[in-house]
């Protein structure tokens, strides 16, 4: 017996319904990055919501991106890319909001 259980197939309607959609997401939160850079913050909470709201919203492009090259590719091909690489893009995020959180707070002392 086995001890590596294999993977799942997705269906190929699945794959159709990601390739579809991811695009039509995409647009949708490139228009809403467009909406909130015309807005200017006036207070440092605005400031930080508005980077997090980009933020958030970068990263729903990205997974959009990556929705879409997964339909395409197809999801065994880029399963084992993202498992070697996703160990390391955790940590990675993990300090770049270690690095986030100590620069909000060090302009709220300075401020």
Known sequence: MSDKTQPRQMFAESRLMLGMLSPVLGVFFGVCIYFTSVWEPSTFGDRV???????????????????????????????????????????????LMLGTIVYMFYCWLVL
């Open 49 to 95: 919501g508005k980077f997090a709201v980009e933020d958030i919203l970068f990263t729903f492009i990205t997974l959009c991106a990556v929705g879409f090259i997964t339909s395409v590719v197809g999801p065994h091909r880029v399963r084992p890319l993202v498992l070697r690489i996703g160990g390391r893009a955790a940590r990675a995020g993990l300090v």
